[in-house]
């Protein structure tokens, strides 16, 4: 079930604040987070378990809370290189299927 | 290390042609994945395979999709007889074992993608 990301789309200026959420309706092993800039592929930014650790990657940081089966992604002091579709995957077992969110297209402007 | 590789990058064919998409995994990673992406439906997983196995293929749409992995290091994604929803760009993505488990680890590294337009 593919999990639901918000918002949509959010622009930024340089310096600005961003969170980005993932919500399933089913219990999860872990979310992972990706991001593709246009024409290009998905990177992989993290992995968050269930234990609702925190992750950081540069300036993006990630938490997840498992009471709520919800991810956040949290884009601090945001760069023009953060611009780019940010995409959850979620996995509801150790290893197997990853299900990708719709996701969320960052944009920062100058 | 040279990443993923995929070939080619842009396919265009005419509706009912058989198209190949191909896929060179990162050496040594036993995981190989198929997605397609496309404005409607997002990165959707096709198939995967473990060690040249298909693992799973329930998300291959149709029997017109086959895929295969005849080693580790080459798979195939044909599309036969092609139609204009099949439209999208094809990425395949590779993924070592997690050790413990077995199964894929963390990270899945992307190729650049196949970009396919069925007129």
């Known amino acids: ?110 | 290390d040279a990443g993923v590789i995929q070939s080619p990058r842009h396919e265009v064919t005419e509706m009912g042609q058989e198209v190949t998409l191909r896929c060179k995994p990162i050496s040594g990673h036993d995981y190989l994945f198929w997605y397609r992406q496309t404005m409607m439906r997002g990165l959707e997983l096709l198939i995967y395979f473990n060690n040249n196995v298909p693992i799973d293929d329930s998300g291959m749409p149709e029997d017109r999709f086959s895929a295969k992995m005849p080693n580790a290091s080459f798979s195939t994604l044909k599309i036969q007889p092609s139609e204009p929803r099949d439209s999208a760009v094809y990425f395949c993505a590779s993924s070592p074992s997690s050790g413990l488990a077995g199964g894929p680890a963390d990270t899945q590294y992307f190729g650049p993608g196949t970009r396919l337009t069925v007129l």
């Open chain 1, 1 to 110: 079930q593919q999990p639901v990301q918000s918002p949509q789309a959010v622009i930024l200026r340089e310096g600005e604040d961003a969170v980005i959420n993932c919500s399933s309706s089913k219990a999860l092993y872990s979310v992972h987070w990706y991001r593709q800039k246009h024409g290009e592929a998905p990177v992989f930014l993290m992995i968050l378990l269930k234990g609702g650790e925190q992750k950081g990657h540069e300036k993006i940081s990630a938490s997840f809370n498992e009471k709520k089966q919800q991810s956040s992604l949290y884009l601090t002091a945001s760069q023009l290189s953060y611009s780019g579709t940010y995409f959850c995957g979620t996995m509801r077992g150790s290893w197997g299927k990853l299900q990708f969110g719709a996701g969320t297209q960052v944009v920062v402007t100058p």
